[in-house]
């Protein structure tokens, strides 16, 4: 994700997603396949309609502020939108690159930049260690 999004931005899409996804798991359940989304008759939902339909997510789920910016403009920004989550949150570099079926290479070639809020963290663990 080109220019990533501040760390608030990117928690409250987020939020609102997780929200909208748990909705939809409590109203339709899944697929037998483990899709959470299919038509009426169980076949694959059209890649126009998971356009629109995220679309329309994102004027529900988002400020008006942050609807008007590139903030999760693509469905695959989920998948974005996931991996910075997980790094912020500490999740083992190894770890989120295997849930994402990256390397860890490729992780911090896409993802390093989208790392915020971290260098308090990163002083207390540093003042830690050189302190044991």
């Known amino acids: ?9 990117r928690r ?3 939020d609102a997603q997780g929200r ?8 339709f359940g ?22 629109r339909v995220c679309q329309d997510a994102r004027t529900i789920g988002l400020s ?12 695959y920004d989920l998948r974005h939108a996931c991996a910075t989550l997980l790094l912020n949150a500490g999740v083992p570099p190894k770890e989120v690159a295997r849930r994402l079926g990256h ?16 260098e308090e963290r990163i002083n207390r663990m540093i003042e830690k260690a050189l302190a044991a």
């Open 12 to 14: 409250g899409y987020v």
């Open 64 to 75: 008006p502020e942050q609807v008007v910016t590139p903030l999760a403009d693509r469905p």
């Open 30 to 51: 899944a697929a037998e396949d483990g899709r959470l989304f299919r038509t009426s008759t169980g076949g694959t939902v059209s890649a126009s309609i998971v356009w």
């Open 1 to 9: 994700m080109r220019g990533c999004l501040g760390g608030d931005a």
């Open 103 to 118: 390397s860890v290479e490729v992780l911090w070639k896409v993802y390093a930049g989208c790392l915020d809020g971290d």
């Open 20 to 27: 909208i996804l748990r909705e939809h798991l409590e109203e």
